[in-house]
Structure formats: C-alpha cells, structure tokens
C-alpha cells in the first residue's frame, strides 16, 4: 500500500496567491522528499526533509514537517503560471527499507 | 550530461508480445528503479537495484522483470504483455539509496498494450 497520501486531490488558485499542500503517512520515515510533475515529463526533485527536521525552505518553497503527526506540507508561495504541475510527495517504506514510495499527487492549476 | 535516458518514448503493442524498455544514466549512480504512472494511481515501483547485479521487486513487480549487469544500465522487459501493462514507465536513479537521495528521472516511455 502507498506509504505517502496527498491533500487535496486537487488545488486551483490565482497568481500571486499561496499554495499549500498536504501529505500524510503511515510509518515511521528516515526522510520525506516532494517532487513537481509537469504534464508530460517526468517528475523533478524539489526538496528533501529528514525526520529530525522540522522545516526546510528553497527559494518560494517551504516544507514542514510533523513527525508526530505523520505529515508534512509544501507551501508555494507567490505562485506563478509556470508552477501548474502535480505535487508528490515520497517517503521511505519503513523498516529501513531502500523502496520510495509515492503518494498520488495533488494537481496545482495557478490561473494568471 | 545527458542524466537518465529513457527509449523509446512511445511504443505499442499486442497482448503476449515482449519487449524491453531501455533505461541508461550517465551520472555514475549505484540506484535504479523503475516506476508506472497510472491516471489517479500515482507512481507505483515495479523494481528497484542498489548496485550492479542486485535487484528486489517493488510494490507491483508481477509480470516484469530487471536485470543489473552495469552501473549504467537498467532494462525492464515485459515477458507478456498484457492490456493492464498500458502505463507511463518512469525510470529512475539517485546517488544513494532511494529514500535517502533526490532521485533523477527520465522522461518515460508511454507503452499501450491493445
């Protein structure tokens, strides 16, 4: 079963506005790590947080952490047209396993 | 620095044919995996290797099989190919273990099985 599972499905907002997406899993992680998919291509690494990091920022993306909670989100902010994509996020399968495995995605739509 | 090459990126084929999906990168990593896409599926992994001449089987690895003779090389071939098989193939490496480094992935292989 999928380690990693994305809210909300599915996220339309305007230039400008922030983005936040949300991702909840199971078991214990090592690490989490968030990709972009842009239709057609394959996925691009974003960010790569470890479990005894509570906050990670690149450029206008922000990721948290909670491991208490099992989740994590990824914050976009300013958004632009060019940061319409799906948003992943993967983690570890537990156990020390060396699998990653994916949520399904959230489909970001930023309208200029 | 080419990265991960995937080929070919479109292919179609008939149920029982086989085929090898070619998988290549040039950035010397020891992991390699190969993952499908399926609309409102995600990413599901088929095979994962952590170096030349090891392999393990991923969350979905009936009716594929890998092999690792390079560094560089990761094929996936379809024994029998069979309708449920029609996906986007995503292959992959990284540095390191899988959870433990940014994976780099190529631009997939689009397969339809009729």
């Known amino acids: 079963s999928q380690q990693g599972e994305e809210d909300p499905q599915a996220l339309s907002i305007q230039e400008g506005e922030n983005a936040t997406m949300n991702c909840s899993y199971k078991?214990?992680?090592?690490?989490l790590q968030w990709y972009r998919q842009n239709s057609g291509r394959g996925l691009v690494h974003l960010i790569l947080i470890r479990s005894n990091e509570r906050e990670k920022h690149s450029g206008r993306l922000r990721v948290t952490l909670d491991t208490s909670k099992k989740s994590s989100s990824l914050l976009i902010t300013a958004s632009r047209a060019a940061d319409t994509a799906s948003y992943f996020c993967?983690?570890?399968?537990?156990?020390?396993?060396?699998?990653?495995?994916f949520g399904k995605g959230t489909k970001l739509t930023v309208n200029p | 620095n080419a990265g991960v090459t995937q080929t070919p990126k479109f292919q179609v084929l008939k149920t029982g044919q086989s085929m090898t999906l070619q998988c290549a990168q040039d950035m010397n990593h020891e992991y390699m995996s190969w993952y499908r896409q399926d609309p409102g599926m995600g990413l599901r992994l088929i095979h994962y290797?952590?170096?030349?001449?090891?392999?393990d089987q991923g969350e979905v690895p009936n009716g594929y099989n890998v092999s690792r003779s390079t560094t560089e090389d990761f094929p996936l071939r379809l024994l029998s190919a069979a309708p449920s098989q029609t996906s986007v193939y995503f292959c992959?490496?990284?540095?390191?273990?899988?959870?433990?480094?940014?994976?780099?992935f190529g631009n997939g292989t689009r397969l339809t099985v009729t």
């Open positions: 993967a983690t570890d399968a537990g156990g020390g396993s060396e699998k990653l495995v």
């Open positions: 290797s952590v170096g030349a001449g090891i392999t």
């Open positions: 992959a490496s990284s540095s390191a273990g899988g959870p433990n480094s940014p994976l780099h």
């Open positions: 078991t214990s992680i090592n690490n």
